[in-house]
């Protein structure tokens, strides 16, 4: 096996499980991923936030081998998903955002379909199913059906199904949709213990709080990475608070600012924004100075969202196609 992966040309790229290089993608005409560049170090917890339409999608489909590299370099721990992709399946687990599970089988019943697809002896994946059920709670479900288990139980099953064969790199998509604020709560529970096992993770998402639990943070946007890095650190960026003003009159109010308090603001359908260090101490001069123009106000510690505002111009939830 080690012999067949370096005559594909494995590369060590300093404790990587993924690299990517001027990976683009496209659909016809348009452009769903646009030289996209990253390194993911080997147990990283990894998110990639965007909203639909960003590029999240296609990026996922090429990481779980479901479609052909078109342009650039993509490599799971060293091995081209271009030139082996049979080779990363093996390195990988992958949780789709659609259930996988037969909910007519019972969680072992659905296990043992997975091991057997993947050619696992019975002896590799007796302890493997003890070990990963046990580490993600379920020991005591092995004989329930699927569909008698709730969604965040569920989706734990389709974490250990896909963790059954020992991949190095789980994927997952979307991986709290349907849950309530409490089953999410228990899956990056359990998500965290699989880190600390040695597993490195990688989860898309449209959260900003489940993009917050990421070591690290890529942000894409019409398919470009527009931000790289922690989330502390991506917020730190911001320039102070964040001051949000529902406005009648946006185009007066920011022209306001600006005259009076060299504040430049953005406009986004009647919001007038900015940033400030000392937001909050400025705003009874705004109220008393512009009395009869603000609507509503708001301040705020720098999130994700504003530094997607702040990357990109736009908005993070927008009429934006999917891709």
């Known amino acids: 096996m080690v012999d067949r992966i370096n005559s594909l040309g494995m590369n060590d790229h300093g404790g990587c499980a993924l690299h990517a290089e001027h990976l683009s993608h496209h659909y016809g005409q348009r452009t769903a991923l646009d030289d996209v560049s990253l390194d993911i170090g080997v147990g990283e917890t990894f998110a990639l936030l965007g909203p639909n339409g960003g590029g999240k999608t296609t990026l996922f489909k090429l990481l779980s081998t479901s479609m052909p590299v078109q342009a650039g370099t993509l490599e799971i721990f060293g091995i081209g998903v271009r030139n082996a992709p049979l080779d990363v399946r093996r390195q990988i687990g992958v949780v789709f955002q659609s259930p996988s599970l037969d909910k007519k089988l019972s969680v072992r019943e659905n296990l043992l379909h997975h091991a057997r697809l993947y050619g696992m002896a019975r002896s590799e994946y007796l302890p493997r199913m003890e070990e990963t059920l046990s580490l993600l709670g379920l020991a005591d479900r092995l004989r329930d059906r699927v569909e008698q288990l709730s969604g965040g139980l569920a989706r734990r099953v389709e974490i250990a199904k896909s963790l059954l064969h020992g991949p190095r790199l789980l994927i997952l998509d979307e991986p709290s949709t349907g849950l309530d604020p409490a089953a999410r709560s228990d899956l990056w529970k359990y998500l965290a213990s699989l880190k600390e096992s040695g597993v490195t993770l990688l989860t898309t998402t449209h959260l900003m709080d489940e993009a ?28 102070g608070e964040v001051v949000s003003i529902h406005s009648a009159e946006p185009d007066a109010l920011a022209n306001m600012l600006l005259q009076h308090w060299e504040i430049k603001a953005e406009i986004r359908g009647g919001l ?43 908005r993070f939830w927008g009429d934006i196609e999917h891709g």
């Open 212 to 239: 917050e639990q990421g070591d690290r943070v890529g942000i894409l946007h019409q398919g470009k990475l527009v931000a790289l890095g922690s989330p502390a650190v991506l917020r730190s960026q911001i320039g």
């Open 272 to 314: 007038v924004r900015f940033e400030h260090p000392t937001g909050f101490d400025l705003l009874p001069e705004i109220l008393d100075f512009a009395r009869g123009k603000v609507e509503s106000l708001s301040v705020s510690r720098p999130t994700l969202e504003d530094v997607f505002l702040q990357r990109t111009g736009h």
